[in-house]
């Protein structure tokens, strides 16, 4: 009797555990059909400077850029869902929690059993990030002799391989520090702090938009492949892919998100002010002056943040679409009341910069002293007010006063384009450029400290 029972049992807990495999097999077939039925297409990606990433409250990316405008041709509205890393990109992508990996996943015999890989195949090797001049390394010979400074994982990898197959000379430094990205070192680099590190050719071509001076000619590996990637259950919906990525990658939208993120300079060049000597640092001092006062802020830190944002000019848009004097983006412009049409006019810019200054002055009402929490929102109006309260959240888990910028929240900023710390829980807003923050402070606060030197309030 005992046993009749327990078989029965045993069979009853099959026939579920079987409905609830075949209820999960069947909610993981989903292709192109099913998503024009529900309208939306769930993409999967990392944080990266490449592929996604969030900038002044706005999210941004190439990889993203390529997915809005393939949802678009579906006629489907897009939503993001963002992974740890590769692996997790291939395990959300198979259990079903999104319906496309929008990431040049490499190409492997492995994993074409149970995906099709899509859209534009792209081809990825890894370079050496060096300074350009008559000195530059031409040949992977020359490195013999050389120190060259990578962190640990696949650049140092192909570094020991490379050194093997040369016989040996190859001076590899690791930066074992975890707060040191390879970002970071690409700047070290740049800075003429090292002379040589390693990155992939799509991320040095990034950087070098920062950094003009960098050479990125040399490669030191094999040519990969890599695409888009959906589940072996939709054929359709790879077949889609294939032929939006073949009839568009010529296309202007396609080329101006190319351009936005791999040619177009990422910082503005600076001219001369007018004439400090004289009392006046620009044509608009007039403004700094009268609006300033509605925020409490000495009119010459307006002034300053301004030339760093256009250097005086008010026509000029920049590589993520900001405008006019101010240089704000588009949403926080139209949130801020700017007209329509209105954006490079110089007086809505400042207005509604200044407005919004006021807002981030509630936002960061515990930075009780009013030059510190100065601190706090020019770097939020660089990179914007999550990725501020990120780096406060860090400071606070990790002993600091999240309260104080220098040496505090500044030196979590500084972290906030390292794997793991833009990816520790307390994170909400992903990967940064911490660098360019830390520097924008820095270069405001000292340029101000200029003009009240030289200007009468």
């Given at each position: 009797?005992?046993?009749?029972?327990?078989?029965?049992?045993?069979?009853?807990?099959?026939?579920?555990?079987?409905?609830?495999?075949?209820?999960?097999?069947?909610?993981?077939?989903?292709?192109?059909?099913?998503?024009?039925?529900?309208?939306?297409?769930?993409?999967?990606?990392?944080?990266?400077?490449?592929?996604?990433?969030?900038?002044?409250?706005?999210?941004?990316?190439?990889?993203?850029?390529?997915?809005?405008?393939?949802?678009?041709?579906?006629?489907?509205?897009?939503?993001?869902?963002?992974?740890?890393?590769?692996?997790?990109?291939?395990?959300?992508?198979?259990?079903?929690?999104?319906?496309?990996?929008?990431?040049?996943?490499?190409?492997?015999?492995?994993?074409?059993?149970?995906?099709?890989?899509?859209?534009?195949?792209?081809?990825?090797?890894?370079?050496?990030?060096?300074?350009?001049?008559?000195?530059?390394?031409?040949?992977?010979?020359?490195?013999?002799?050389?120190?060259?400074?990578?962190?640990?994982?696949?650049?140092?990898?192909?570094?020991?391989?490379?050194?093997?197959?040369?016989?040996?000379?190859?001076?590899?430094?690791?930066?074992?520090?975890?707060?040191?990205?390879?970002?970071?070192?690409?700047?070290?680099?740049?800075?003429?702090?090292?002379?040589?590190?390693?990155?992939?050719?799509?991320?040095?071509?990034?950087?070098r938009t920062y950094?003009?001076?960098?050479?990125?000619?040399?490669?030191?590996?094999?040519?990969?492949?890599?695409?888009?990637?959906?589940?072996?259950?939709?054929?359709?919906?790879?077949?889609?892919?294939?032929?939006?990525?073949?009839?568009?990658?010529?296309?202007?939208?396609?080329?101006?998100?190319?351009?936005?993120?791999?040619?177009l300079a990422k910082?503005?060049?600076?001219?001369?002010?007018?004439?400090?000597?004289?009392?006046?640092?620009?044509?608009?001092?007039?403004?700094?002056?009268?609006?300033?006062?509605?925020?409490?802020?000495?009119?010459?830190?307006?002034?300053?943040?301004?030339?760093?944002?256009?250097?005086?000019?008010?026509?000029?848009?920049?590589?993520?679409?900001?405008?006019?004097?101010?240089?704000?983006?588009?949403?926080?412009?139209?949130?801020?009341?700017?007209?329509?049409?209105?954006?490079?006019?110089?007086?809505?810019?400042?207005?509604?910069?200044?407005?919004?200054?006021?807002?981030?002055?509630?936002?960061?009402?515990?930075?009780?002293?009013?030059?510190?929490?100065?601190?706090?929102?020019?770097?939020?109006?660089?990179?914007?007010?999550?990725?501020?309260?990120?780096?406060?959240?860090?400071?606070?888990?990790?002993?600091?006063?999240?309260?104080?910028?220098?040496?505090?929240?500044?030196?979590?900023?500084?972290?906030?384009?390292?794997?793991?710390?833009?990816?520790?829980?307390?994170?909400?807003?992903g990967y940064l450029?911490?660098?360019?923050?830390?520097?924008?402070?820095?270069?405001?606060?000292?340029?101000?400290?200029?003009?009240?030197?030289?200007?009468?309030?």
């Amino acid at each position: 009797m005992k046993t009749w029972i327990g078989c029965l049992v045993g069979a009853m807990v099959l026939l579920l555990f079987s409905c609830q495999s075949g209820k999960k097999a069947e909610e993981v077939a989903v292709d192109l059909p099913q998503i024009l039925e529900k309208k939306e297409l769930v993409v999967l990606t990392v944080n990266s400077s490449v592929s996604y990433f969030n900038y002044r409250g706005e999210p941004m990316g190439f990889q993203y850029e390529l997915a809005q405008q393939f949802a678009k041709s579906l006629g489907v509205t897009l939503k993001v869902k963002v992974v740890k890393d590769e692996e997790g990109l291939v395990d959300s992508l198979l259990s079903g929690a999104g319906d496309l990996v929008a990431y040049n996943l490499i190409m492997t015999n492995s994993l074409k059993d149970s995906l099709i890989y899509c859209g534009e195949e792209d081809i990825t090797r890894q370079v050496i990030v060096q300074r350009r001049g008559k000195k530059v390394l031409k040949d992977v010979t020359e490195l013999v002799g050389k120190k060259v400074y990578v962190n640990s994982g696949k650049y140092r990898t192909r570094l020991e391989n490379l050194n093997r197959e040369l016989g040996g000379g190859i001076d590899i430094c690791e930066v074992s520090s975890d707060s040191v990205s390879s970002e970071d070192l690409i700047t070290w680099v740049a800075e003429g702090r090292i002379d040589y590190t390693v990155a992939t050719d799509e991320i040095a071509k990034i950087n070098r938009t920062y950094y003009p001076v960098l050479d990125i000619g040399l490669a030191i590996s094999f040519d990969q492949r890599s695409s888009w990637a959906v589940r072996k259950t939709s054929p359709q919906l790879a077949a889609a892919a294939d032929k939006w990525h073949r009839e568009n990658i010529n296309s202007p939208e396609f080329r101006a998100s190319a351009r936005r993120y791999f040619e177009l300079a990422k910082r503005p060049s600076h001219g001369s002010i007018l004439s400090v000597k004289d009392g006046k640092i620009s044509h608009y001092d007039a403004l700094f002056r009268r609006y300033a006062k509605e925020i409490g802020w000495d009119w010459r830190l307006l002034a300053s943040l301004a030339y760093t944002e256009s250097n005086f000019n008010p026509n000029v848009v920049s590589w993520a679409g900001a405008k006019g004097l101010m240089q704000l983006m588009p949403a926080t412009s139209r949130v801020m009341g700017v007209p329509p049409g209105k954006e490079q006019d110089p007086e809505e810019s400042i207005k509604a910069a200044v407005k919004y200054i006021g807002q981030m002055q509630r936002t960061f009402s515990k930075v009780t002293d009013k030059e510190e929490q100065a601190k706090f929102i020019l770097a939020a109006y660089n990179c914007g007010v999550g990725h501020v309260t990120d780096a406060m959240a860090l400071a606070e888990k990790y002993g600091r006063n999240r309260y104080l910028w220098e040496h505090h929240v500044a030196h979590y900023m500084l972290l906030k384009s390292n794997k793991e710390y833009y990816q520790d829980p307390v994170c909400k807003n992903g990967y940064l450029r911490g660098s360019d923050t830390y520097e924008f402070v820095r270069e405001i606060l000292a340029r101000t400290e200029l003009y009240k030197r030289k200007i009468k309030k």
